[in-house]
């Protein structure tokens, strides 16, 4: 399913917001004795703390949330008595690196937002040296690997019509319809599928959070998409990425070309998009759910909600129903629409970001040792 066929001219992104890994690596039992006391200790600032007792086949487990919230979040497992180890890591590199996360991250930026982490977690270790081992695909011993990876592309939508034209899409992995919140968001999948597409206008969420202080936020709809367990490899599991744990094919790295790929490749397979040329030819079959098709590209209501009002009135039964929505969708796919090449080169290669000055610091600041970059630059840079 992935490919090298997406060759932007000059992209140098690193497109991910949340990410997620798993890893087996020792912790230092005195962090689960007294947390509070040892976070302080060594000077890692946290929102929550929450210790979960032993209980039927579960073991002692702890959550931490460390540094802004959100930002990093750890799970820590009880192996053997008084023996713990970091199971889980999830993190935002956009809040690591700029302290917020309104920026499609330049691929130095999200590496640097890699060492801040190692920095971060190897407070937490029993052997600070396994912080090398941290990050999956950095070294040939690392337990590590990725179970959750988020894509994003932001698009300027002055005109407030992208959402819009994407209110019909559906994914052939995802059995479940969109949902549509007042043209603000839209949402295709759930948060507990392998797949997930979400696209909303990331300065209102900005906004309305209201530690971001800025007026003049540009009209930007960001769409994600969420790869998790299977379509992780689907998307992402070129060889070079790719490494057996256990006996199992896991992805252990990724760059940036690859991201932007992979998130091309399932904007390509969306239905019910309008394509970039119109389709003159007249089809013949049923003109009543093509109809509903055109109605929809021109006035702005959804399929869904159209066929809906015709089921009301008519009944046609679900099977029907069915089909009618597919020839709707097909027949949208014959029509531009008012935004229809969303998906260029030149759209993911020039994307508009929201910027807070006053929590970001100063640009090219190196916050990172560079041996603690060396490992990683190599598995994340560009290819040599």
Request: hydrophobic share 40%.
């Amino acid at each position: 399913m992935y490919s090298d066929s997406f060759d932007p001219l000059h992209v140098d992104l690193m497109p991910v917001d949340h990410l997620a890994f798993e890893t087996d690596l020792p912790v230092d039992p005195a962090l689960v004795e007294n947390t509070t006391a040892f976070l302080q200790k060594v000077g890692l600032e946290f929102n929550d703390i929450d210790l979960k007792p032993a209980f039927k086949h579960h073991p002692v487990t702890l959550y931490l949330d460390l540094l802004r919230k959100g930002t990093i979040k750890v799970k820590i497992v009880e192996v053997a008595p008084g023996a713990f180890v970091l199971r889980r890591v999830s993190f935002n590199p956009g809040k690591l690196f700029h302290h917020h996360n309104g920026r499609v991250l330049e691929m130095r930026e999200a590496i640097e937002a890699f060492g801040i982490l190692c920095e971060v977690l190897e407070a937490l270790l029993k052997n600070p040296a396994d912080a090398a081992r941290l990050i999956p695909g950095c070294h040939p011993d690392s337990p590590s690997f990725w179970t959750e990876i988020e894509i994003v592309m932001h698009l300027h939508d002055p005109d407030e019509a992208i959402i819009a034209t994407l209110r019909n899409i559906r994914h052939p992995s995802i059995r479940k319809k969109s949902s549509n919140f007042e043209g603000e968001s839209l949402t295709l999948g759930t948060h507990r599928g392998d797949l997930m597409i979400n696209t909303y206008r990331k300065d209102l969420q900005m906004t309305e959070l209201r530690r971001f202080a800025v007026a003049d936020f540009p009209e930007v709809v960001r769409i994600e998409i969420t790869l998790k367990k299977g379509k992780l490899l689907d998307y992402l599991g070129k060889a070079e990425n790719t490494r057996r744990i256990d006996d199992r094919l896991r992805l252990v790295s990724f760059r940036g070309p690859d991201l932007l790929d992979a998130h091309k490749t399932v904007m390509d397979q969306l239905k019910g998009l309008s394509p970039v040329t119109v389709d003159d030819s007249l089809p013949l079959d049923n003109k009543t759910a093509r109809f509903i098709g055109i109605l929809s590209l021109r006035y702005g209501e959804s399929v869904v909600a159209l066929l809906d009002s015709y089921n009301y009135r008519f009944k046609p039964g679900a099977e029907t129903l069915g089909r009618m929505r597919r020839f709707a969708l097909d027949e949208i796919s014959r029509h531009p629409g008012v935004v229809p090449d969303l998906f260029s080169p030149a759209n993911y290669e020039n994307q508009p970001c929201l910027v807070v000055p006053m929590l970001e610091e100063p640009a090219y600041l190196q916050r990172v040792d560079p041996a603690v970059l060396k490992d990683i630059v190599k598995t994340y840079g560009p290819r040599r």
